[in-house]
């Protein structure tokens, strides 16, 4: 029996919109539009809630109190903060004091995580044991618990101010804080920090040179160490020819306490004392794990080649271990930064400490509060990625 | 702490339960208790005894309002939060009232979402100092770094009163109240600044109370009272009543231990506080004769400020010749009448 096949005219209509539904891209767009619509109702929603629920509850939003005076006063600033400047003012002394720990953290944890990686490789079994030990015990122990002890444990048992530990009358450490002397620059300082600059500029041009040179003739010039060396010797040598154009405050005690010089509380040290001490941990093994990722091979090369012993570790050891180093530790420096934000345990005046804690509690603004300190957060981290996903495009294999 | 910033980010996102105004009473009965905020563990005002019960000036208010609604003064539910998330734990509805040491300001009362009801303690500011310092005026504190609890007026009183007196000061903060005496004690700080009622209650559980000297500058107003959310009048018309019925009953000589008597009272104006005349708790949303509860459980504002800060506890606020004394015997504290 014959079957007549009596096309519809309906048909093939229904297989064009089954064809669009077949075809990848036109799917796609079509997904991503209902996907960005829905998005973008979620947000409306979550708008509009937020609104309402604000309004139901008689509380004030909006960014409008960013200019009132804060009133109250903060223990330690790195710019200059008094308790009539406004909260604007306090979410930078906030994010200043934050980025300070972050920095001299980061600093002290990549020395002392470098020198506890490279220990942890030592054939000494007693160095190797001994840093191994340190790197467990810290890195198993809570880093709130830590900073804890640090400050209880350690700086507030310090002397008083009266018995402070004395270095040079010039150092002082007491249960106040850590005083040291400030640098106060005098006329003529100016030539001498434009001779630092100076030099740092050219530092880096002689390195351009010097590879561009050494990529075209093969000859090396050491330009590391020569820039090194006129970075300190030149200013140096400007600044005693000028016949030292810097003054030293010294801190004295002066009624309760210590005034003049820079001082940071014992908040400040034991937060960076807990904070350098538990990163240094991770980036021992990070530093231990990229130099292990060199091939054997590798060093054997260099050794049949006879490149003298720091040539192998700066040339053939080191760009090949950083290429394993940097990401890890890059996301370790992003740790810093946002672990600091334990310092609210022991009161010291970081972002969250200062911001999200007491100018939320003082102006009742949660909202302004919590998405001004999420933005900084987020800029972070996406500063950081970006530096990093940059890197990691450098430092790719180049094959050849 | 993490919780705190969830909280804080729901809040922010609008996320939170819509906990509506006008409410407060249905859901506080129907959920059979009351959620009282108090703060951290402090003698005196919100203590906490080691089998889990809490007992103080502050608390007993919960205690009291609980009485009004269910008869029963032990319906609680204690939330202990510490004072820089009080507010927004408030406003989030985590709590239906707060009854902790907390003072009435202009900001405070108009910008986030909070009604103070009325004033059950006059205080002051004041400074707290080592006796072995020599210290004896808070003017010799210039350049001195002092101890104070970040979220409260204390911290702004601070500020104001060394700029006022041109002296220069670091203060040494934290919001944990435990944090910060223990780094006064281990002297971290000069002087430990507070509302002085605190600063008696701490330093009566100090290991040495005779060792710290109290400053004798007064250095703001703190008007302390309960707070509840704003827009539920209703709820905040029985919070406040509450208290002024505990106030009236002081004025009135009714006790604890004579209300049962009292019932029967002649006098009018007792028997309107104790519902056996008129209807003022209808107007309240509790039972008519409320104040009975209450009273037998808490007893009057004289009666509970003795049990707790009195000059006979070890926290030892004298009362007589003070604000906290009745307005019949030369304070301020004083109640609208029950009628
Ligand atoms: N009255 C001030 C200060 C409140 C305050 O500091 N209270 C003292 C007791 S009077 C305290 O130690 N609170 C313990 C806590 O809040 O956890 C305010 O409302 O800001």
Redesign the interface.
């Known amino acids: 029996m014959a079957v007549i096949h009596n096309p519809d005219p309906s048909d093939s209509k229904q297989r064009g919109v089954t064809r669009l539904f077949y075809d990848a891209r036109i799917r796609s767009i079509f997904i991503q539009a209902i996907t960005l619509a829905l998005v973008l109702g979620f947000l409306g929603w979550l708008t509009l809630n937020t609104m309402t629920n604000l309004a139901a509850r008689n509380l004030s939003a909006g960014f409008d109190f960013l200019d009132v005076s804060a009133g109250f006063g903060i223990g330690f600033t790195l710019i200059p903060y008094q308790e009539s400047d406004t909260y604007l003012r306090v979410f930078f002394v906030g994010i200043m004091n934050t980025l300070l720990v972050a920095a001299v953290s980061i600093v002290l944890a990549t020395v002392f995580g470098l020198i506890v990686g490279l220990a942890r490789l030592s054939n000494n079994w007693i160095i190797a044991t001994l840093s191994r030990s340190y790197i467990e015990l810290i890195r198993n122990t809570p880093l709130l618990l830590q900073i804890i002890a640090w400050f209880f444990g350690v700086f507030v048992l310090l002397p008083r101010p009266r018995q402070s530990v004395e270095l040079g009358e010039a150092f002082f450490l007491n249960n106040r804080g850590f005083y040291m002397p400030a640098a106060v620059p005098e006329p003529g300082f100016g030539v001498v920090t434009a001779t630092f600059l100076a030099c740092i500029v050219g530092t880096i041009a002689l390195a351009i040179w010097a590879r561009r040179r050494r990529d075209r003739t093969g000859r090396h010039f050491p330009a590391f160490f020569t820039g090194f060396g006129a970075i300190i010797v030149l200013p140096l040598g400007v600044h005693l020819a000028l016949g030292s154009p810097l003054g030293w405050e010294l801190p004295e005690l002066k009624g309760l306490n210590f005034t003049g010089g820079v001082s940071v509380p014992p908040s400040f040290c034991a937060l960076i004392v807990a904070l350098s001490a538990y990163t240094s941990c991770f980036i021992a093994e990070i530093v231990r794990s990229g130099i292990q990722s060199v091939s054997k091979g590798q060093l054997e090369a260099a050794g049949a080649l006879n490149l003298p012993a720091n040539w192998t570790l700066r040339r053939v050891v080191l760009p090949q271990a950083l290429r394993v180093i940097i990401p890890p530790l890059i996301s370790q420096y992003l740790n810093v930064t946002k672990n600091s934000s334990l310092a609210i345990a022991i009161g010291f005046p970081d972002l969250v400490s200062v911001w999200m804690n007491t100018s939320l509690n003082q102006s009742g603004r949660a909202i302004p509060i919590v998405a001004m300190t999420m933005a900084f957060y987020c800029l972070v981290s996406i500063s950081v990625s970006l530096v990093m996903n940059y890197y990691n495009a450098r430092a790719q294999i180049k094959e050849r | ?1 993490r919780l705190r ?1 969830i909280a ?2 729901a ?6 339960a ?1 906990a ?2 006008q409410e407060t009473m249905e859901t506080v009965k129907e959920r059979g208790v009351l959620n009282c905020q108090v703060g951290l563990p402090t003698p005196g005002f919100y203590a906490l005894a080691e089998d889990g019960t809490w007992s103080g000036m502050d608390v007993d208010l919960c205690r009291a309002v609980s009485a009004a609604i269910f008869g029963d003064p032990d319906q609680v539910e204690y939330q202990s939060v510490t ?3 009080r ?2 734990s408030l ?1 989030n509805a985590e709590s239906d009232m707060l009854s902790r040491t907390t003072t009435w300001t202009a ?2 009362d108009t ?3 909070l009604d103070f009801t009325t004033v059950n303690f006059y205080d002051g500011q004041g400074f707290l100092v080592p006796a072995d310092s020599g210290i004896t005026s808070a003017l010799e ?5 002092i101890c104070v609890l ?2 409260t007026t204390t ?2 009183n ?3 009163y ?2 006022a007196n041109g002296m220069s ?7 944990n109240v435990n ?2 005496v ?2 006064y004690l ?5 002087a430990y600044t507070n509302d002085k009622s605190g600063l008696a209650a701490r330093r009566s559980a100090f290991p040495d109370p005779n060792g710290h000297t109290l400053l004798p500058e007064t250095v703001s107003k703190e008007p302390l009272g309960p707070v509840v ?3 539920d009048d209703a709820w905040a018309n029985l919070v406040r009543w509450v208290v002024f019925g505990i106030i009236n009953a002081e004025e009135l000589g009714v006790s604890s231990e004579n209300v049962d008597e009292m019932t029967s009272s002649a006098d009018p104006n007792i028997a309107r506080l104790l519902g056996s005349e008129g209807n003022i708790g209808e107007g309240l949303g509790v039972s008519p004769t409320f104040m009975v509860d209450v009273i037998k459980a808490v007893g009057n504002y004289g009666e509970i400020y003795e049990k707790h800060i009195g000059e006979n506890t070890p926290i030892g606020i004298p009362r007589e010749g003070t604000l906290n004394a009745l307005w019949t015997e030369g304070g301020i504290i004083y109640a609208p009448p029950f009628r």
């Not at chain 2, 809040?11 to 939170?16: D, F, K, Q, T, V």
């Not at chain 2, 000061?169 to 919001?175: D, I, K, Q």
């Open positions: 702490m910033y804080h980010a809040l922010a996102l609008g996320l939170a819509p509506f105004a004072s820089a998330v507010f927004t406003a900001v405070r910008q986030l979402g504190l210039d350049g001195g770094v970040t979220g911290e702004l601070l500020a104001d060394f700029r000061f670091t203060p040494v903060t934290n919001e944090v910060l223990e780094t281990g002297g971290g700080c000069d959310r704003q827009g």
